[in-house]
């Protein structure tokens, strides 16, 4: 019997099909890498220096990051128990999703959203079930309270949200949950929040108090700068929580990442200093491209949406060419991470040309 007449090892065909995870492209030395929403600024100095005393790397970490959690629990005026620490907010939305949803099970978000979403439902065996953005790019929640039904054991918002930048207001969520049902856990993916400038838009702490089956993630990737250590958190109730931790892979939160965590808390002043920078240059950045014509929602996180449609390749491929890296969603639109000023200045200098460039009556051109 040859090799290939052997029968292959019988995997899960919903996994086989899944695409591996697909990272931004790597960049090279000369160019922007705009495509994963990382924040441009090197680690602050208290943030090294608080992962280099970290160095008993023989040893286990703190099963439960219990100083961090407590640091965080402070913050939020909870019980500690409140907070749960993971290795990136990901994977606590891997862990809430296997704890809420299996086989025959549905998990309800808006799309496009968050690239990690469909994969992590399908990991745990349950269904997506997706409510099409508005067509101004935001959260139909209206629509997707509708879409709940017997199976829906899971609903998740972003807001802002990934890739369109799109905010859900306090107002639309509260009457998201005023019709949700209390037993379905609802999970508020806010993984930009410290990037929000828009004062009516929703935040999930002071909500906690109401909300029985809300939970709140939050992350130190994006505007702490802390990606590459892993590390995010949950805030909600115990029982949610402790069937997360209930799923969760034991000791995945290191020691370094739990310090630095930490130090940047410590650092928040100026921490969130460099947010409003990164705010501001979006800001100019989307008045600019609105004024060259481009209509494209107003951005919230750290982040531009182009909804490119049938020219996202195109589009994406000019941009790559001037050493913007960003991330394409074919046929849907480019999502540009704001970095660097120098990027910003190369995506303006271009994005003047892409738009006169686009067929007439293109969604992503301005009418008139
Ligand atoms: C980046 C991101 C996350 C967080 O990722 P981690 O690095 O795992 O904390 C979560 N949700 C959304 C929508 C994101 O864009």
Redesign the pocket.
């Known amino acids: 019997m040859s090799l290939s007449d052997r029968p292959s090892v019988r995997l899960r065909p919903e996994i086989i099909a899944l695409p591996a995870y697909k990272q931004g492209k790597p960049a090279d030395a000369s160019d922007f890498k705009l495509s994963s929403?990382e924040n441009p600024f090197d680690p602050l100095p208290g943030v090294v220096a608080a992962v280099a005393a970290e160095m008993a790397f023989n040893r286990y970490p703190d099963a439960s990051a219990l100083a961090l959690c407590e640091r965080l629990a402070a913050k939020y005026s909870i019980d500690v128990d409140q907070v749960h620490v993971g290795s990136?907010?990901?994977?606590l939305?891997a862990q809430l999703i296997l704890a809420a949803a299996g086989p025959g099970d549905e998990v309800l978000y808006s799309w496009r959203?968050?690239e990690?979403y469909p994969s992590l439902v399908t990991v745990a065996g349950a269904t997506s079930v997706r409510v099409p953005n508005r067509a101004d790019h935001g959260h139909d929640l209206p629509e997707m309270a509708a879409a709940i039904g017997e199976a829906t054991r899971v609903v998740i918002v972003?807001s802002p949200n990934?890739p369109s930048g799109t905010i859900v207001t306090k107002d639309e969520f509260e009457a998201f949950m005023a019709v949700v049902p209390t037993d379905l856990l609802v999970i508020l993916?806010e993984?930009?929040i410290e990037f929000v400038t828009e004062a009516d838009a929703v935040t999930g702490p002071p909500l906690l108090a109401r909300y029985p089956n809300l939970v709140v993630?939050r992350?130190?990737?994006?505007a702490y700068g802390l990606?590459g250590l892993?590390?995010?958190y949950a805030l909600g109730p115990v029982d949610i929580l402790n069937a997360a931790r209930a799923t969760a892979i034991p000791l995945s939160v290191t020691a370094p990442a739990a310090a630095a965590a930490i130090a940047s808390l410590d650092a928040e002043k100026e921490l969130l200093d460099r947010v409003r920078t990164i705010a501001a240059r979006r800001d100019a950045a989307w008045t600019a491209l609105t004024q060259q014509g481009w209509n494209i929602p107003q951005p919230q996180g750290n982040f531009l949406w182009l909804p490119t449609g049938a020219e996202t390749a195109s589009v994406a491929e000019a941009l790559g060419e001037a050493g913007l890296i960003v991330r394409p969603f074919v046929p849907e639109g480019i999502r540009v991470s704001i970095g660097e000023e120098q990027a910003v200045a190369t995506l303006l200098l271009m994005s003047a040309d892409l738009v006169d460039a686009l067929p007439a009556g293109h969604p992503a051109r301005k009418i008139g």
């Open positions: 929403n990136g907010s990901v994977a939305l959203s968050f990690a972003c990934n993916d993984a930009y993630l992350t130190f990737s994006k990606a892993r590390i995010g």
